[in-house]
């Protein structure tokens, strides 16, 4: 139904204006987003949705209307507790002890950017009103902004179910909430108007250049994961000029600041990871961003050269000291052709690897890598076979095969290769991690917890900047998080 060119142009123009990227090679969310707008605008071509959505007078809000379907907005109270820990333990102590002597009133200036239907802003209110004892002393704003006009609706009127409220305390839900009769449905919580209050709900597009500025925390969890390279690196620097000095980032469990900005410092305290403003970067001057090419070449080369240096001692290709430094030199260009998505640059530079060493079996799987970004399933899995008969104890390849099972919905055939990667390779993180999703998919939840909990112990010996092999760039402490992130979603059953 949607023409190959029309699909780009579709999400090209999302990315544009929102920064969500879409997979070339997995559309599948964006074209049912659309197909759900088409049916609402009464219209039957997508080039006829596409024109309103770029040429007509109400191009602006079909576009937001879009967003509401394309956002996921999943999100419970106090998600990620020990975030919460940190701020309330030390670094609103902290603010506190900045106070200046006779200083009437204090400002204290929160941003939830990204804050779906209210769970993370609501949450930082509760916290603020528990945790300053002379609240009336002071002049606290939050701001929480969202691209999701359905979801800042639901912000507003600040009731919620079961799912959201599992991980808040009696006391919490005695002191802030008031129970709703539902008529026999779900029981639903309506937050008191004394945190409702705390809060200043907006619409807000991280795209946007003029950014709201003087914030002393700012909370941007689970948002850039959606982004592009490009679009995170601009975002990161847009939020290192919101912040005042000394003030701190918080973002989500999955994500990592390692080779997106250098602005700021990564902290930990008791299984929290946060960021404080560097003091040691001079903060730029506001303006325009324009994106520029050979920046982002030098972030994606160093994420290559790190993760070939984590994947080498696992590979030791047979070949000559000669050819190996040549070898390694083709293997790091594909790969910095493959984060960067240039998938046939990356195909032509494996083929002339595979020339120099005709029994490694590396350079078919990163053709099978670079094939399944091309969306040519059935060729990568020819290219990994190939792999095996090169070496039938390659690990990475029962790995990827187990990828494609899985995204096919096999999961006991996908169980089966991730097992076998396991047991070729014990320490292998990548195929721990999707095993756990399998199980987790499964309902076996005991299962998926102890599983990530192995990796959080596998990830101990490396450093936090570590990149881990086959995760296509991730660090230690990005990886780490998302383990956690799962563990506690799997506890509360969320």
Known sequence: MFPEELKIKFKNIVNARSGLYFKDYDLRDLEQGILKRMQACKVESPLSYYNILTVSEQRDNEFRELLNILTVNHTYFFRNEPQFNVLKEKIIPEIISRRLPGEEKPSLRIWSAGCSTGEEPYSLAILIKETIPDLE?????????????????????????????????????????????????????????????????????????????????????????????????????????????????????????????????????????????????????????????????????????????????????????????????????????????????????????????????????????????????EEAKEKLNTALKRNSLFAPAYYLLGSFASEDGKQEEAKRNFKKALYLDRDFILARFSLAGVFKNEGKLDEAIREYRNILNLLAKNTPDDIIAFSGGFSAVALSGACRSNIERLKIGA
């Open 137 to 377: 002393n002071w002049d606290i704003q939050i701001l929480a902004t969202d691209v999701s006009a359905r979801a800042l609706e639901a912000a507003r009127k600040g009731e919620y179910g079961l799912n959201s409220m599992r991980p808040v305390s009696q006391e919490y839900r005695d002191k802030y909430f008031d129970e709703k009769d539902s008529l026999g449905r779900d029981t639903r919580y309506a937050i008191h108007d004394t945190i409702k209050k705390m809060v200043n709900f907006d619409f807000f597009n991280l795209m946007d250049e003029n950014y709201p500025g003087n914030f002393d925390i700012i909370f941007c969890r689970n948002v850039t994961i959606y982004f592009e390279l490009e679009t995170t690196i601009r975002v990161m620097d847009r939020i290192y000029r919101s912040l005042n000095d000394d003030g701190f980032l918080f973002i989500g469990y999955s994500e990592s600041l390692q080779f997106i900005s250098d602005n700021f410092k990564m902290l930990d305290y008791h299984d929290a990871i946060y960021y404080c403003k560097s003091k040691a970067v001079p903060k730029p001057e506001a303006k325009p961003f324009i994106p520029q090419l050979f920046e982002t070449d030098k972030v994606l080369e160093e994420i290559s050269r790190k993760e070939i240096e984590a994947e080498i001692e696992k590979l030791k290709p047979l070949v000559s000291a000669k050819e190996a430094r040549t070898f390694s030199d083709l293997l790091t260009e594909a790969k910095k052709y493959l984060h960067a998505k240039k998938y046939y640059a990356a195909l032509e530079l494996i083929e002339e690897a595979r020339r120099l060493d005709v029994e490694s079996p590396e350079p078919y799987y990163l053709e099978a890598e670079a094939l399944s970004n091309l969306n040519r399933i």
